[in-house]
């Protein structure tokens, strides 16, 4: 899966925001595929690796935003783990991989587009 | 419980730098409840270390497996089929576990990847503190269940060293708390401050003869 | 032996029109394990969904996947086809080629199509089946408080069928703030009246909660009634204990209402100037009032109802010279803006000042100090009585209620309000509710529409004594919980217990009524011996493994 770029949605915010860009025709890289998660706070470290370990050019974990977390901590909980990956991928001197955590409500299209945007433009800097 | 936490990823790499098929093997019990050593640290390691090895050009294969116990030999001896195939064996069990699976399995180089720390309990969600130093002659009576031994920087036996910081905290390490100022107030609340003014004589430090030996009495 | 998986794609009536189904339905064909590939143009609609049932039912079909529009939309709906077919409903996955791939990307997006329907693919292999089963609740309802939001819905829980308990600490019912009753023109009294009278509404007073255990459907309650212990068993339970206020004062912050005099001067609370507006025995009418708000609390509506009404019932009964200083008048409630635009026409004066006005003390009377706005002047007055400013705290003992239910406050201390999720009425805890005061809300408008939420919410929960849950969809395995208590500490819904197996074993059970299927635990555990179904590790992994070079 050279170049692609796995984003964990959360369905209570991303998945809509996701979904809401396409009724929207907002259109951003074709590379993405999206895994719909029921909280960011579901997905783990092994996820991520493994999602490199496959080929992954980034990692996106997207949830809702702070303090408006469906289940009060899973998007804090998914902050800490992407934070506690990127020291994991730095230990082993792979960090030019980014694995990168967002925040959006159900209702923010743009925000979604954004972050894949920035997310693709960190990719093309670094070179990969 | 025993606490162990993960070596630095550095110094890992080194142990297993001339292999090219390792297992990695974690530890149900202790290790997990910390997180240092249970199914999902191994792989995690597991799959870090594949990346490092991708990253410099190169390979390494990796077999996965967590027992149980690894310090119980009939457990570890079910791994034996996966440990044929390897050429050495990344284990992240305490020192007991690792030491186990190194005389199961003799001509394999068995290496830690954890050092194991101390005997202790989780203070919050993974803060885990050291409770006990296993020191083969527990007075944890007489001290209102706080050990002075591991919670007092100098080990006093006697009461505070007279150099206790304001609010309580320990003359040594202003972050800890003096283990005395606890002591003294656990008692007080139960009523057992007379328990202060015995005095108990040096201890015998060679109750626990290295390494120790525990004979049960019953069958 | 390789399941049977259907494999229905939907080009949505032509909606999606960038995708070779052709080469999809070629591709996709040759997938281990898809014995069937279809093309609809409009499966989510009745003609193609009966189709679909007898497909599954001829082609003997064991595991479905639909390619169409987002599960957001029709996940539900695909589910019943497949119980209707015969199949669990959880044996689906559905891939998202509409609004995340066709609609999203210029251009042909084929190869995208099917990487999409193989991550689903793989799922599906690996999905097991949940069932659905329902379980029975407790129809009775313990409100907290004894004010007018609790007196309210204990009517309203009574109207639609359902027991009451109304849990007052205080000796009578309609502790609250006097002042509701003149400006809402509502009775207190007749309102206790109809609630001692209801048949279903049991009233405890001088009695409070002292432990709660449980879930919903299931709350057992140990209440302490005048030294006395009494345990009951409820299946929702509803806070509305109020709030209480502190005068806010330059000078000394948070002094409480109850406090009359601050250096011999006359600086009263809104509770208070009501009392002294309905004192028939009053020694000297002031001549001269000052009222000011909107400095400390922004969000207040009741101040300014209160101010407002206070102001006109002074100016009709002592005819007093009426100074309002303030900062915005929010006018955004029901009624406010005519109450406004009356309290100006009789004569009230008000003041708009940017900063909060300095009080002090001067001969005996109240000197207040602020800029009006308008003018760009310093304005200066002495006045009998300053009806200060008041803060809307949260009530005495909301914190040691937050302890015993294990449900957070919010940032000023009040019941969960601050995230939309669970807004209006909700807790992060299935079966607990909040309204009213408790919840920082003190607009009578609002707390009408939150009540009617809330019984609304209980009715439709309790209403017919069962729940249907999904059996074990978030479940730990006996065989390998090391009972770290991990996850009993981090669920956020309460809904994790440790329990006792084969007579001597302690584990994590997870409680089909109250989880709410995040996945938080499953993804702490640290033994891995926690499964939710439909997002396992290996579920997760697959779809992941199905990603290929693009």
């Given at each position: 899966m050279n170049g692609c770029i796995v984003a964990f949605c959360c369905e209570h915010s991303a998945y809509p925001a996701a979904d809401l860009a396409g009724k929207l025709r907002l259109h951003y890289p074709e590379n993405l595929r999206v895994i719909r998660v029921p909280?960011?706070?579901?997905?783990?470290v092994i996820h991520i690796l493994k999602a490199f370990e496959n080929g992954a050019a980034a990692v996106l974990v997207l949830g809702c935003e702070d303090g408006a977390c469906h289940h009060i901590t899973g998007n804090t909980r998914a902050k800490e783990r992407v934070k506690y990956c990127n020291m994991l991928l730095k230990e082993v001197k792979v960090d030019g991989r980014p694995v990168a955590m967002f925040n959006l409500s159900p209702n923010a299209p743009h925000k979604f587009v954004r972050a894949v945007n920035e997310i693709t433009k960190i990719i093309k800097e670094s070179g990969r | 419980m025993i606490i162990a936490e993960r070596k630095p990823m550095e110094e890992i790499k080194q142990l297993i730098a001339p292999y090219k098929k390792v297992l990695v093997a974690g530890c149900g019990t202790c290790v997990t409840v910390c997180w240092a050593g249970g199914e999902k640290e191994v792989a995690i390691l597991a799959s870090q270390l594949k990346l490092a090895r991708s990253a410099e050009g190169d390979k390494i294969v990796t077999l996965e497996a967590t027992v149980d116990r690894q310090c119980e030999k009939e457990m570890v001896e079910e791994l034996k089929d996966k440990v044929a195939e390897v050429e050495a064996v990344l284990s992240l069990a305490c020192g007991a576990g690792v030491q186990t699976m190194a005389e199961l399995f003799e001509d394999k180089p068995v290496l830690p990847a954890v050092n194991t720390t101390f005997i202790g309990m989780p203070e919050k969600e993974g803060l885990w503190v050291e409770m006990c130093?296993?020191?083969?002659?527990?007075?944890l009576d007489r001290t209102g269940g706080i050990c002075p031994i591991v919670r007092c920087a100098k080990g006093l036996l006697n009461g505070p060293c007279g150099g206790t910081r304001k609010g309580g905290k320990c003359e040594i390490d202003p972050e800890k708390d003096c283990a005395w100022v606890l002591i003294y107030r656990r008692l007080e609340k139960q009523g057992r401050l007379d328990l202060m003014r015995e005095y108990y004589s040096p201890r015998n430090f060679r109750a626990v003869k290295r390494p120790g030996k525990v004979q049960a009495a019953k069958a | 032996m390789e399941t049977k998986i259907g494999v229905f794609l939907c080009n949505c009536g032509g909606a999606i029109n960038n995708i070779d189904f052709d080469a999809v339905v070629k591709k996709v064909a040759k997938f281990p394990g898809v014995t069937y590939v279809n093309l609809s143009s409009n499966l989510c609609l009745k003609e193609g969904r009966e189709k679909m049932i007898s497909c599954i039912r001829e082609e003997n079909i064991e595991r479905v996947v639909v390619a169409a529009c987002s599960p957001e939309f029709q996940e539900h709906i695909f589910r019943e086809v497949l119980e209707k077919a015969g199949l669990n409903g959880h044996l689906f996955s559905m891939a998202n080629i509409r609004e995340q791939c066709s609609w999203a990307h210029d251009g042909d997006v084929t190869m995208k199509a099917v990487e999409l329907v193989k991550m689903a693919v793989n799922k599906v292999r690996l999905l097991q089946p949940v069932e659905k089963k329902e379980l029975p609740v407790n129809r009775e309802v313990l409100v907290l408080g004894g004010g007018f939001s609790a007196i309210n819905t204990a009517l309203q829980l009574s109207r639609v069928g359902l027991r009451t308990t109304l849990l007052e600490?205080?000796?009578?019912?309609?502790?609250?703030?006097?002042?509701l009753e003149s400006f809402y023109g509502f009775d207190t009294g007749s309102m206790i009246s109809a609630v001692e009278g209801d048949e279903n509404i049991e009233v405890l007073t001088s009695a409070q909660m002292m432990a709660v255990e449980g879930k919903i459907g299931d709350f057992s309650v140990r209440i302490k009634k005048e030294g006395e212990e009494i345990s009951r068993k409820y299946g929702a339970i509803v806070l509305a204990t109020g709030y209480q206020t502190a005068l806010a004062l330059d000078s000394e912050p948070k002094l409480r209402a109850k406090d009359v005099a601050i250096s011999g001067i006359n600086i009263v609370s809104q509770e208070q100037f009501c009392r002294m507006l309905r004192n028939s025995s009053l020694e000297t009418e002031p001549k001269t009032i000052g009222f000011m708000f909107d400095f400390s609390d922004e969000n207040s509506r009741f101040t300014t109802l209160a101010t407002l009404n206070n102001a006109l019932e002074a100016k009709k009964k002592w005819g007093s010279e009426i100074y309002v200083f303030y900062k915005s008048v929010k006018v955004d409630s029901e009624g406010m803006e005519k109450l406004y635009q009356e309290a100006r026409d009789c004569g009230v004066v008000f003041l708009k000042s940017e900063a909060p006005p300095r009080i002090t003390a001067e001969n005996g009377r109240v000197k207040i100090e602020a800029k009006d706005v308008f003018l760009g002047e310093d304005i200066i007055l002495a006045c009998d009585v300053l009806v200060a400013e008041e803060l809307y705290l949260p009530a005495e003992g909301a914190e040691n209620l937050s302890s015993l239910l294990s449900i957070r406050r919010d940032s000023r201390g009040f019941f969960q309000d601050e995230n939309v999720h669970l807004y209006p009425v909700g807790s992060e805890k299935k079966g607990i509710f909040f309204i009213g005061g408790c919840r920082g809300d003190l607009d009578l408008g609002r707390v009408l529409a939150d009540i009617s939420s809330v019984v609304m919410k209980v009715h439709e929960l309790l209403s017919s004594g069962k729940i249907l849950v999904a059996v074990e969809r978030v479940k730990a395995d006996p065989q390998k919980c090391v009972a770290c208590l991990t996850c009993i500490r981090v669920c956020p819904h309460g809904a994790i217990q440790l329990v006792r197996v084969d007579g001597s074993k302690e584990v994590a059970e997870i409680s089909d009524l109250a989880c709410?299927?995040?996945g938080i635990c499953a993804a702490i555990c640290p033994a891995k011996a926690i499964e939710f179904q439909g997002y396992r590790d290996e579920e997760i992994l697959a779809q992941i493994e199905a990603i290929q070079e693009l």
């Open positions: 909280c960011a706070g579901r997905v783990d | 130093g296993a020191c083969g002659d527990c007075f | 600490k205080e000796a009578a019912l309609g502790t609250g703030p006097e002042e709410d299927a995040c």
